[in-house]
């Protein structure tokens, strides 16, 4: 009977496998090896092998790990095993804590804990580092200085306080050119400042316990000079001879995106030889330190006609035997203008007629001329 069951099982094991062994055998604990061995006496014996050695850990020491949008993140035991092992099989991994949230920014210890299928665990003390790192939206490529510009950043966390710097990487500086201070808000409305030099710079954000910062994508800063707009002006010289001007009078609204530093005339001031059209050049300079320049016209014109007072009238005797007078001696006329004299001349003639009464002068006399350096003119009998 003894020799017809190991016939009957061997039988059974060559065909079925171990697996199909009779089910007392079969119904063995979870990690149980079971295994036909032959004995001396051609018995068949079942051995059984108890899984008594836990897990072979092999994991990460740090695991780093963002929080998600909606400011939390679950660490998986994939993210911290790297290949752990057991001699029959794993049955469960965990990660104890498991969730973290803006509260745990920074290093988290937590315990990753392997378990085989009979019961059989390992556990590691291991550390999570959680973050949440900021990621700016793209902006234009190109930003004109003083521009406004509109930041918003995914990552942080609600109620962090952020330092936001504008960075210039090219040609690179050290330090941040701008910093402000912003609580509580992923997207913050800026101002490109001015007097920032041409050239690459990035948004930079972090968070102010140092871990958490993100940077955005390059951006050229573009600096513009001014746009000068002018106008033609008519002055008039003054009694002095002399016109000047204020850029206030050529302005006619230039303008910067960063605002005006200065402005400047040049010619501003005309004497009685600028009688006509001037150009002067409006040079027009922003925060930056920008320049451009227009020219206006500036028509210079002398409204001031010279004043001439002719000499008293004058009574001479002729000439012995003749009836005219020769080499009369006139006097000066009194004369003034803003500009300087260009002539005085009279029409007397070098021979004078007798005249016998006064009517005579008055209707028949000589006149002056004053001639002023503009042109005018003014005359007197
Ligand atoms: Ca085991
Ligand atoms: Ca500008
Ligand atoms: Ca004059």
């Known amino acids: 009977m003894r020799i017809l069951l190991t016939t009957v099982m061997i039988i059974f094991s060559l065909v079925y496998g171990v697996d199909a062994l009779p089910k007392s055998a079969a119904n063995l604990p979870l990690g149980t090896e079971a295994k036909p061995i032959q004995s001396a006496d051609n018995f068949i014996q079942l051995s059984q092998v108890i899984d008594n050695t836990p897990p072979i850990l092999r994991n990460r020491d740090t695991a780093y790990v963002q929080l998600g949008s909606n400011d939390s993140v679950i660490v998986s035991p994939a993210q911290i095993d790297l290949g752990s092992t057991d001699d029959v099989g794993i049955d469960t991994m965990l990660v104890t804590p498991n ?13 990753f804990t392997v378990r085989d299928t009979s019961g059989n665990s390992s556990s590691a003390n291991v550390m999570v580092y959680v973050n949440s790192p900021f990621v700016l939206t793209d902006i234009v490529d ?7 510009v509109t930041i918003q950043w995914l990552g942080g966390c609600s109620g962090w306080n952020i330092d936001l710097s504008l960075v210039r990487i090219s040609p690179f500086i050290t330090q941040a050119l701008v910093v402000e201070k912003i609580a509580n808000s992923r997207t913050h409305q800026w101002q490109i400042p001015p007097k920032v030099p041409e050239g690459l710079y990035q948004f930079y954000v972090q968070e102010s316990n140092k871990l958490n910062w993100g940077y955005g994508k390059p951006f050229y800063v573009k600096n513009t000079p001014p746009t000068v707009i002018t106008k033609n002006i008519v002055l008039p010289l003054d009694a002095q001879g002399v016109a000047k001007i204020t850029v206030g009078q050529i302005d006619n609204g230039s303008n910067d995106i960063c605002g005006i530093d200065s402005m400047t005339v040049t010619p501003d001031s005309f004497g009685c030889s600028s009688v006509g059209v001037n150009t002067v050049t409006l040079s027009v300079t922003d925060l930056n330190g920008n320049k451009r320049i227009a020219t206006a016209t500036v028509t210079i014109v002398d409204t001031q006609v010279p004043l001439i007072t002719a000499p008293a009238n004058i009574s001479i005797p002729t000439d012995n035997g003749s009836s005219t007078a020769t080499n009369v001696v006139l006097g000066t006329p009194v004369t003034s203008d803003n500009c300087s004299i260009a002539s005085v001349t009279n029409d007397a ?3 004078f007629p007798y005249w016998s009464n006064s009517s005579d002068v008055d209707s028949e006399g000589y006149s002056w001329q004053y001639n002023d350096s503009t042109a005018n003119s003014d005359g007197r009998r």
């Open 99 to 111: 969730t973290f949230t803006c509260s745990n920014i920074g290093f988290n210890p937590v315990v």
């Open 142 to 148: 190109t930003l004109e200085e003083c521009a406004p």
């Open 349 to 351: 003639p070098t021979v």
